[in-house]
């Protein structure tokens, strides 16, 4: 082993979580310990995104001993992308396995630690870092004074703070700095046409507003070659413009209706805390959509059942009967969308009646190789993804097909996911400049007041 270069220690979660991890250290070298490869094949068996990740780690390394058949394995194998990762990197490390078999059976976490400590003691010129997912085992390490890192390669952000909220706050003197700025009205709705100043970086489908007495709130349309052109929203608060019923309480939600009613908008993303309406909002356009404008033949919502990916039972019961103990937010919502006071009780299930024949729920299990066509397809705790099984996801969207992901990114439940690398925040940050893409960052409680006041004092 070369002195210049680090050693990376990986442990297995690293690997199920990223199988492409290990080729993305560039030029420094990657050594993977026994219990690791033991660990991989226990994962590999089963139809679960880590089965999956696992059998695809094992691909890679037995395509690179393959490719290094007579090189001595003990003396490192060059560590060769496929090029169907297109990863970019041209001179990649070593990759080290170890040689020795010891009978030891204990626990996981201190075997590799001893496996750190034994190649630190064989190589002590080098740099040895230990590269793991779980907190504890990184506690073990830096106890043992080993170094010992995160896997961040897959952070669609460094921070959360840059997250981008899709709306900003216009000065007051907006107006004034526009001199030039040209308006009309088209097919009844209010346009303008402005440059762009240094400071105004915005994104397609960026709602912006101006509080304050003359308060406006709008949407930017297009931008091209340093020019804007930005619509007035529809004010969904007032009664005239209720989605479904529905009225907006706030100005978020507010933007949120209007970029879910648009049908020039294909992929909306809606983060929020419990009770901001979320997924009242979205069913609400929704039904409208699909029972009064017919714009799409039916809902299809479906939800990350923690953990993702696990069968979710051969019991008795369809796809539909199995998901529905998952979606306790989608009746509670339909309550309050099917309150009608016709009818009375038969009234209400009639209605309810109608709108679940409208309503369907599937399973993340089986999307692969689906194709939605004209629907309205709804995905609640969309946190709880990654941004792997994110792609697998929108990439089911056929013609006519509008997606709207829903999540509160403070509430992740899958191991090893962070509220960096979750796949709704990847996909908020990689869909930003996309001219059909919008997203809303919804922040005031709107459920009681009971719940507001909990929220701020518990």
Request: aromatic share 6%; net charge negative.
């Amino acid at each position: 082993m070369t002195r210049d270069k680090r050693i990376y220690v990986l442990d297995t979660n690293v690997l199920l979580h990223d199988p492409s991890s290990l080729f993305r250290f560039e030029e420094h070298d990657v050594f993977i310990p026994m219990r690791v490869l033991e660990e991989l094949d226990e994962k590999k068996s089963g139809s679960s995104e880590i089965a999956r990740n696992a059998r695809q780690v094992s691909r890679f390394l037995n395509e690179l001993l393959e490719h290094n058949q007579s090189l001595d394995i003990a003396a490192g194998l060059p560590l060769l992308e496929p090029a169907a990762l297109n990863l970019g990197h041209h001179s990649l490390g070593r990759l080290w396995f170890e040689t020795r078999t010891g009978n030891s059976r204990g626990k996981a976490d201190n075997e590799i630690l001893a496996s750190v400590i034994s190649l630190r003691e064989a190589h002590p010129d080098d740099s040895v870092i230990l590269v793991s997912k779980d907190n504890n085992l990184r506690i073990k390490a830096r106890i043992t004074h080993i170094p010992a890192e995160d896997y961040e390669n897959d952070r669609a952000l460094t921070d959360l703070a840059l997250l981008y909220t899709g709306q900003s706050q216009l000065p007051s003197d907006f107006w004034e700095r526009h001199p030039e700025l040209r308006s009309w009205t088209e097919q009844g709705r209010t346009w303008y046409e402005l440059n762009l100043t240094a400071d105004e970086t915005w994104h397609p489908q960026q709602c912006l507003y101006l509080p304050g007495d003359n308060s406006v709130e709008l949407r930017v349309h297009s931008l091209d070659g340093g020019q804007a052109r930005l619509v007035l929203l529809d004010d969904h608060g007032h009664g005239k413009h209720a989605v479904w019923g529905i009225t907006a309480r706030n100005r978020e939600q507010n933007f949120a209706l209007n970029a879910l009613m648009d049908p020039e908008v294909d992929f909306v993303t809606l983060l929020g805390t419990a009770g901001t309406g979320k997924t009242l909002l979205t069913l609400a356009a929704g039904l409208a959509q699909v029972m009064d404008q017919q714009r799409y033949r039916e809902i299809v919502m479906t939800r990350a059942t923690v953990p993702v990916g696990d069968d979710i039972g051969f019991l008795p019961g369809t796809e539909e009967e199995k998901m529905t103990p998952w979606m306790g937010a989608l009746t509670d919502n339909l309550e309050v969308l099917a309150n009608t006071e016709e009818g009375g009780s038969w009234g209400r299930a009639a209605t309810n009646d109608l709108l679940a024949s409208r309503i369907k729920i599937r399973s993340l299990n089986f999307m692969r190789g689906r194709t939605f066509l004209g629907r309205y397809l709804i995905l609640d705790e969309a946190q709880n993804l990654t941004p792997k099984q994110m792609k697998t996801l929108i990439t089911r969207a056929g013609p006519g097909t509008k997606i709207v992901c829903l999540g509160n990114i403070e509430q992740i439940d899958t191991p090893y996911l962070t509220e960096t690398s979750s796949g709704l925040t990847y996909a908020v940050d990689r869909f930003k400049d996309w001219q059909h893409a919008a997203h809303v960052t919804l922040r005031r409680g709107e459920r009681s007041r009971l719940a507001d006041y909990a929220s701020e004092v518990l």
